[in-house]
């Protein structure tokens, strides 16, 4: 057996930070080190949502090695400052994998920035590391598919970088059986591609009965039936069709859409929703601390979660899980044969309606209103498909479990 000497990740978030990418990577480094493993982890000196904050360039937490050594300073706010942070970051990313790894050690690599793998690649090669791809979404593809034509003469080059890394690599780890499909197309060796899903902090977040949660009360909710959503609204989603829903709900008193996050798209659809006269049906909150995430993710009845159809395989909304866990059902407005839309209807844990379809969504909003057993049944398979299939201690003994399979090889 070849033992793996250590296991460093690289990602542009870690801890403290609370991002999706940073969360992941954090909940894993920690867990590794209480198993006993040697852990390293190279990231930014920043956080997702405060630029001004700037992290210590090295320290040692919970038994990770955690170097940091590259802070984004023009923003995410204009393309072209967010692609000179981008370009640095793999830079500093790729001279830290060569000064701080050796021989025999395993790299996990994620997709934040993009392209990652594809940076790293030429130093995991040179200094014979084992390279993991630890992949949230692909790109260039997910760029083409939000539009971005200035990124499109330089395509096929990135792909074919991206795609090198892929076959490259030990492991390519996809997050659903949609990008494992995709993985397989862009040249990744099917031996090489394992699944394993994102998680949520499902012992925190348990189902909490509407009468129980105290935000409902705060925020005026107790005799509403509620339609969320939770966390960033960003480029792959769309809104029209819900926006479509609330015109044929704008009557229904009893019916209000809560919005708790924010989002590339949250001011477009503040905007949308003034011009149409429905600010009496939305109510708008900010991202609420992680221990309230357990009041704010059961405040509705029911979640929506959106996706546009060009994203499928390229993205995994990562939301749905801890939806889930919550014990609510969600309505997927999401290509019908897609990943979330496939273990919505497997697992019967809400509803699918196809983007564009305001009337079916408005529809399936009523009958979950007029129904509450039927809302409360799907929350309750939302739940108990979580435990079986996507749990926290699960996911996180795949990653072990792959980790294992590696030190063979």
Known sequence: MNSVKRIWFVNRFFYPDH?????MVSDLAFHLARRGRRIGVIASRGVYDDPQIVLPAFEDHGGVAIHRVARARFGRSKLIGRATDYVG???AFAAATARLTESGDAIVV???PPM??????PISRAKRLRQINWLQDLYPEVALGLGLKALQPL???LAAARNASLRFATFNVAIGERMSDRLKQCGAPPEQIRIISNWCDDEAIRPLPRQDNPLREAWGLQEKFVVGYSGNLGRAHEYATLLGAAEQLRDEQNIIFLFIGGGHLTSNLRDEIERRG??????????QDAGLLPQSLSAPDVHWISLRPEMEGLIVP????GIAAAGRPTIAVCDPAGEIATLVKRHDCGIVVTPGDGPGLAEAIRSLARNPDRGAEMGRNARIMLDSCFSRLSCLGSWEEL???LAKT
Not at 19 to 23: I, M, Y
Not at 278 to 287: A, E, G, I, K
Not at 318 to 321: D, E, G, L, R
């Open 19 to 23: 991002s999706a990418t940073g969360q």
């Open 89 to 91: 970051m793999y830079g």
């Open 110 to 112: 994620k997709s934040d």
């Open 116 to 121: 990652l793998s594809a940076a790293i690649a």
């Open 155 to 157: 395509a096929p080059l």
């Open 278 to 287: 429905l600010t009496s049906t939305f109510q708008f909150r900010p991202y």
């Open 318 to 321: 990562s939301k749905f899980y």
């Open 403 to 405: 980790f294992d399979e």
